[in-house]
């Protein structure tokens, strides 16, 4: 684990982060070698059952160390009890399930310690790429040993854009948009805090454990992320999604919103 100068957040709850995010990312390997069966959500979503066992690892790594934080999972029920913690983990044990059943490399895992509202730490693994990517409040974000720098800009004309059909409608043809519903929206967020990308967007509703790992990787290697009508994201309430989602380097950024009130 890189040691980082943390002024605002424990390391001892960032290294138990990193370290189960990364035995989860093992395990998932390891399962990925097996036929495990899928199964359709309600929502239209895949699960697995690679997604529980990843899933209750995380949960007995993270959650019985620290018992007076709350919990909050896709692949877990929802324990209302998380609205009384000042801390929660909020977590997607594979984002990118599609991804994990095609046997491709597009899925991760990804971890976020929410505290009032908003990430203080953040873990995503990338395990077929042995991509590992963290932040903490106030300390920067890494790609493995390397500290993140986002792209930016003036305006929005050759700007790679990551999102769905009606993103790249939305921001018209100056930008360079890539239909990408393949790549989960943890790693569309990693792609824009580390330069790999200009713009990660998505319109409707997101899950919070789809955004509170990348929302801390975006904001700490200095881009921005904000929902759709351009106001930053608060996790851990009563509803657990957010109004879309846009990242971008903080000047891009703005321009992107002066484009949206134009629709």
């Known amino acids: 684990m890189l040691a980082v100068d943390l002024p605002q957040t424990p390391q001892d709850d960032l290294d138990l982060l990193c370290s189960a995010v990364k035995e989860a990312g093992a395990l998932g390997l390891e399962l990925l070698q097996k036929n495990v069966r899928n199964w359709p959500?309600?929502?239209?979503?895949?699960?697995?059952?690679?997604?529980?066992?990843?899933?209750?690892?995380?949960?007995?790594?993270?959650?019985?160390?620290?018992?007076?934080?709350?919990?909050?999972?896709?692949?877990?029920?929802?324990?209302?009890?998380?609205?009384?913690?000042?801390?929660?983990?909020?977590?997607?044990?594979?984002?990118?399930?599609w991804s994990f059943v095609a046997k491709t490399d597009g899925w991760c895992i990804g971890a976020a310690l929410i505290e009032n509202g908003r990430p203080i730490l953040s873990a995503l693994y990338r395990p077929m790429k042995d991509q590992f990517y963290f932040a903490a409040k106030g300390a920067g974000a890494w790609l493995n040993h390397t500290r993140m720098v986002p792209r930016d800009g003036e305006n929005l004309k050759g700007a790679e854009l990551l999102g769905t059909g009606k993103s790249v409608k939305a921001l018209g043809p100056d930008v360079m948009g890539k239909?990408?519903?393949?790549?989960?929206?943890?790693?569309?967020?990693?792609?824009?805090?580390?330069?790999?990308?200009?713009?990660?967007?998505?319109?409707?509703?997101?899950?919070?454990?789809?955004?509170?790992?990348?929302?801390?990787?975006?904001?700490?290697?200095?881009?921005?992320?904000?929902?759709?009508?351009?106001?930053?994201?608060?996790?851990?309430?009563?509803?657990?999604?957010?109004?879309?989602?846009?990242?971008?380097?903080?000047?891009?950024?703005?321009?992107?919103?002066?484009?949206?009130?134009?629709?």
């Open 179 to 263: 239909d990408v519903p393949q790549i989960p929206l943890l790693l569309r967020l990693a792609y824009v805090a580390s330069g790999q990308a200009d713009i990660a967007m998505s319109i409707g509703n997101k899950n919070d454990w789809d955004l509170a790992a990348g929302d801390l990787l975006v904001q700490e290697a200095g881009a921005k992320l904000t929902n759709i009508a351009g106001q930053p994201m608060i996790y851990n309430g009563p509803q657990t999604w957010q109004n879309g989602m846009v990242a971008a380097g903080p000047v891009r950024h703005h321009a992107v919103m002066k484009r949206l009130e134009t629709l």
């Open 41 to 97: 959500k309600s929502d239209g979503s895949v699960v697995t059952e690679a997604d529980l066992a990843v899933n209750e690892l995380l949960h007995d790594l993270l959650q019985k160390p620290r018992p007076h934080y709350g919990w909050l999972s896709e692949e877990s029920p929802d324990d209302p009890r998380r609205l009384a913690c000042e801390r929660v983990w909020i977590v997607d044990p594979i984002d990118g399930t």
